[in-house]
């Protein structure tokens, strides 16, 4: 006998569609000019975030929303507090007869389950849309109070355990990031052996990729990468990710190796960091390559400094164009990092390794802990909420 059987107990359990059960609602239009940093009340406009904070609210505590205008149409959410409803959102709330026959958060998991399907209700072309009518027309389980109760209990200690994980690993990023700009400072530091600044084109050969578009071939060997593709200092594929074949790297491909190369991505998303791990690649324009010419210069060191908010604040400066913004080879090139000897560079490195795992790595540490919680969630909730 399954877990649910047992909390039946020979127990029917109730079918209804979302529209017979629960009052669907559009919230009231609001811009992001009539929010204030001092308000009271959060506004929910279909993004995952607040759009802002209001004097005044329109939808009690404990609510279910679902976005359904724009790109997170379809994305199904909780709010625990008083908060301002946008039109971007619908809310969902038990009908006055179904108020003592179903349990918000329950509502809540039950729709965060189908959030898949929710989101595939959105109309075709132009802006992605999700009516009321297509909200009223999913199908609900409503087995006894007691139960749902239950179910919800369950659910949100998995849920508590991944917040706290994922708090913890926020605590970590912060600490690593602390300490990572602290051993990277060398404007007040003294250093046996001195320190010497240098322009980056006095250590590396600097360039970016094709300022074109390659001809693709589903079969070919080669990845072509952009900016996107640098994630969490790694070169990541995924299905939508265009290849092309040999000519094409004969043509375009450039010469890296996994001692000396780090790349960055320069255009649109500007900063992200990855170093080289003998990947099959053609550069594309977004992403510029440090190819390290220097003996003085070891590459994990400069993988690290290119994350400092130094870094960053000096992209920030030199980053131009309006609506994309694109870093300049020349801003590269002239930029002056300092260079310790060598020694110290492997010791800050190694120091930086050690958080780096924890904070990063995708086969331990944290993040490997919040994706098995979140998996191990998934499993349990889906269990949970299959009835006959």
Known sequence: MSYIDKLLQGTSVEWKTLGATCEIKTGKCITKNDSSASALYPIISGGKEPMGYYDKFNR??????????????GYVCFIE?????????????????????????????NLKAKETSITELQSQ?????????????????????????EIVRILDKFTELTAELTAELTARKKQYEYYR??????????????????????LCKIGDGLHGTPIYNDNG?????????????????????????????????????IENTVFLSINGTIGSVALYNNEKIVLGKSVAFFNIESTELYSRYLYYFLQTNYSTNYF??????????????????????PIPPLEEQKRIV?????????????????????????????????LLLTFK
């Open 81 to 109: 507090r008083k908060f301002y409803l946008n039109d971007k959102c619908f809310s969902v709330l038990p009908k006055e007869k179904y108020k003592s026959k179903i349990d918000n958060k329950f509502l809540f998991y």
């Open 221 to 257: 060997e080669f990845y072509f990468i952009n900016g996107n593709n640098l994630d969490n200092g790694r070169i990541v594929f995924n299905n939508k990710t265009k290849r092309v074949d040999e000519i094409m790297y004969n043509k375009h491909g450039i010469d890296f190796t």
């Open 125 to 149: 072309g132009g802006v992605p849309t999700i009516n009321t009518t297509k909200v009223g027309s999913i199908s609900i389980p409503i087995p006894p109070l007691s139960v749902q109760k």
């Open 316 to 337: 920030e400066a030199q980053k131009t164009g309006s609506t994309i913004k694109n870093l300049g080879l020349s801003a590269l090139r002239n930029y002056k990092i």
């Open 60 to 73: 009690i505590e404990n609510t279910v929303t679902i976005s359904r205008v724009g790109a997170n149409a």
């Open 181 to 202: 700009d602290k051993l990277l400072n060398f404007n007040d530091l003294e250093i046996n052996g001195g320190c010497k600044w240098l322009t980056m084109s006095e």
């Open 350 to 382: 190694s120091i930086l390794d050690k958080f780096d795992t924890i904070t990063t790595s995708i086969c331990e540490g944290l993040p490997k802990e919040i994706e098995l919680r979140k998996k191990q969630y998934e499993y349990y909730r889906d």
